[in-house]
């Protein structure tokens, strides 16, 4: 069993900067990835930046330059910081992990509940 809880969403005016955060917990032997993944009303679930365990991040070109992931192993925990928000950027935002519970187990890919962004002109 593996838990994934976000924070750190809510309203900012446009051209304003937010930092998500999202923890995982339980059965956690090896993560392989974090990454946070955004939905606006009436859109598909769109990738937002993903940082694989050993390797380098990579954004969306909507959001290259103005947000950036980061993680603390030790932790569990992914960030993302969001600069010179958009209108555009209000969505829903979801952070997504892939784990090992076990040696050699099955990848696990668990996601958060969700936390809402919203940005104002």
């Known amino acids: 069993q593996v838990t994934v809880v976000e924070s750190g969403g809510g309203l900012v005016q446009a051209g304003g900067s937010l930092r998500l955060s999202c923890v995982a917990s339980g059965s956690i032997f090896s993560m392989k990835f974090m990454g946070w993944y955004r939905q606006s009303p009436g859109k598909g679930r769109e990738l937002v930046a993903m940082?694989?365990?050993?390797?380098?991040?990579t954004y969306s070109t909507s959001v290259k330059g103005r947000f950036t992931i980061s993680r603390d192993h030790a932790k569990n925990m992914v960030y993302l910081q969001m600069n010179n928000l958009k209108p555009e950027d209000t969505a829903v935002y979801y952070c997504h992990i892939g784990t090992l519970t076990f040696r050699d187990s099955p990848l696990l890919n668990a996601w958060g509940q969700g936390t809402q962004v919203t940005v104002s002109t």
């Open positions: 940082s694989p365990s050993g390797g380098d991040p």
